[in-house]
């Protein structure tokens, strides 16, 4: 990746650390390590939903959905790239891979804005959240470890 390219990347992920437009799914996917089990379960290839919820200690039998919903949020605003599989029974499956993006969330020695976001979407600084956001938050809780 060019230094360009990157500068780029960086400034994306910074105006999502700062951004009210999806802070939930994106607060949420951080607290879930979404973004550092894909780099591990993926290594960099398309990774299915199933995959990463498989990593975490859930009962709840609609997490892969719910991990999916997140995932293809998360897509739509570039921090995942979305590839369609057609099955042979005609449904389709939706696979994921990080982007360069998504790379300044995961957790590292170099340091992540996942820690900035975190500290300007606290829970405690969306005391006023728009409503549905602790909603969200109970739907996934059988998600979290």
């Known amino acids: 990746m060019s230094l360009k390219e990157e500068d780029e990347s ?14 939930m799914v994106l607060d949420r996917a951080i ?5 550092d089990i894909m780099a591990e379960v993926g290594d960099g290839a398309d990774v299915f939903p199933f995959k990463i ?13 719910l991990v999916d919903r997140m995932l293809r949020l998360l897509s739509s605003h570039s921090l ?3 590839t369609l599989r057609t099955l042979e029974d005609g449904g389709v499956e939706r696979l ?10 995961l957790k590292s020695d170099d340091g992540s804005l996942a820690s900035m976001f975190a500290m ?5 600084t969306m005391e006023d959240s728009p409503p549905g956001y602790h909603g969200i938050l109970a739907k996934l809780e059988g998600c979290c470890s």
């Open 120 to 124: 300007t979407h606290h829970r405690a």
């Open 31 to 35: 607290e879930l390590n979404l973004f």
């Open 96 to 105: 994921y891979v990080l982007t360069p993006t998504s790379r300044f969330f």
């Open 80 to 82: 995942l790239s979305l």
């Open 53 to 65: 919820t498989s990593c975490f200690p859930t009962r709840n039998p609609k997490a892969t959905s």
């Open 10 to 23: 960086c400034v994306q992920a910074m105006l999502f650390s700062k951004t009210n437009v999806f802070p």
